[in-house]
């Protein structure tokens, strides 16, 4: 008999893992050894997720005599970089319509240069031979709700404008593309997403930038960085690493003081089925493979694996009081069980068929205008980059190219954007901060659940340019 309700979600979730699908893995890589004694060389990475790892390539792919160092406290692509959604977006921006809204006219040359950007990871790909599954599938936005049709539209047109490559699909073409009774209609993105493996993409650049000689310590947290004659040192339990610059690459977790008012961590969580049988996986259809997205303000992202999983995230966005960040954080029940109930509203043939094998979470650095800030510290020493927001697998690429032009003082098309010198607005203190984040997401779901009415709090964060998103 087959359970009902909650029970089915309990069920359904009773033996998932509390732990990232993509991690878990028994070809992870070995551990490389944690700093013993000093060091001193030309960079000093503080971070070993995607933004440290690129920094990394690319500072010996510009200047291969240039010694690097790489320092991360736990072990490379184990946080956000190695449990994500696997969505690797051209845009900058958190997409177009954020970037168009705060940066202008500056957004074409932003889309061209991250087209540019993802083009150049597809190619970083096949020159490392970095095996991480990817698939340029794009992605398919879809309206569950009457009024997301109309912003479908909207968001089309735009699309176009700027001369992408996407697809309007009324209800019968959507679901016929993939197999849900929610669609109404969708929005293709045929080229700008590629879908990807997240944590054999942190392995594969770990590995690429070890046999390019950078010298990475695994479980060695950087616990201080201070100007030191005419460089940096950054303070380990281990030792001390002395450079001439540094980039500093660890994520929601900044180390300096200043960046801490620009940044929330965040806590996004995810969902893995079993691989599915071949009955399952046809009932979706989904021959095309795209990531998927749904329209709302609270939206779930969803894709299938090479191995036939459908990995189901998104949806609660969930802040703690005075920034708190702690592995306990990372299982969130209520979150699953939600999860698990959206999962199967959206995919009613598959209720009681189908299980979950991983349920976990992982933070996000969130800031007021969703997409990354950049600047430097101790005297232009130390270049940082963060705020990705959830979206931040292509783009950290692009933030470890501008971290190496602000640390070799050079004007570039990158540092010229206003994208680049400028900062979010900050968030307030606490308990203003999580107040004011408590009152912004109860906002967001009742505008969701009107018709996407947004009421007057939402409207005053729009007019200042102030936002809460993953
Ligand atoms: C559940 C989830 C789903 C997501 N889905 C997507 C998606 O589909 N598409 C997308 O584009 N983005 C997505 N994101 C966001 C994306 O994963 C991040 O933007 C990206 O991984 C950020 O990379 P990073 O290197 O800045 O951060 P991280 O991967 O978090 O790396 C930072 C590293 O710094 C280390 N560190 C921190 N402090 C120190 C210290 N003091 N000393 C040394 N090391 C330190 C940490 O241990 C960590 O390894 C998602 C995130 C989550 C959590």
Redesign the pocket.
Known sequence: MRAKGSNLWASALRDAAPTPYWTDRLDRPVAREPLSGGESTDLVI???????LWTALLAKERDPHRDVVL????L??????G???????ASLTHGLANGAERFGAEVARLERLGRRNLHEIEQTLDRYDIACDWERTGELSVAVEDYQVADLHTAAEDALDFGHDVRLLGRDEVQAEVHSPTYLAGLWDTERVAMVD?ARLAWGLRAAAIRLGVRVYEH????KIVRDGSGIAVFTPFGVVRARHGAL?????P?LRRLRRYLVPVY???LMTGPLTAAQRASLGWDNRQGLGDMANQFH?YRITPDNRVLF?GYDAIYHFGNRIHSDLERRSATFEKLAEHFFATFPQLKGEVTFSHAW?????TCTRFCPFFGTALDGRLAYA?G?T???????RFGGQVMLDLLAGQETERTRLRFVRSKPLPFPPEPLRSAGIAITRWSLARADAQQGRRNLWLRALDRAGLGFDS
């Open positions: 503080i971070g070993g997720g995607y933004s440290g320092v991360e406290a736990g490379c692509g184990d946080a956000a970089s449990r994500n959604g696997g969505f690797c977006s997240p060695t947290p950087a616990v690459a660890t994520n929601a977790y180390l996004d969580y995810a992202y995230g979470g992982g933070v996000i650095d963060a990705y959830g979206l931040g697998v292509g783009a950290t």
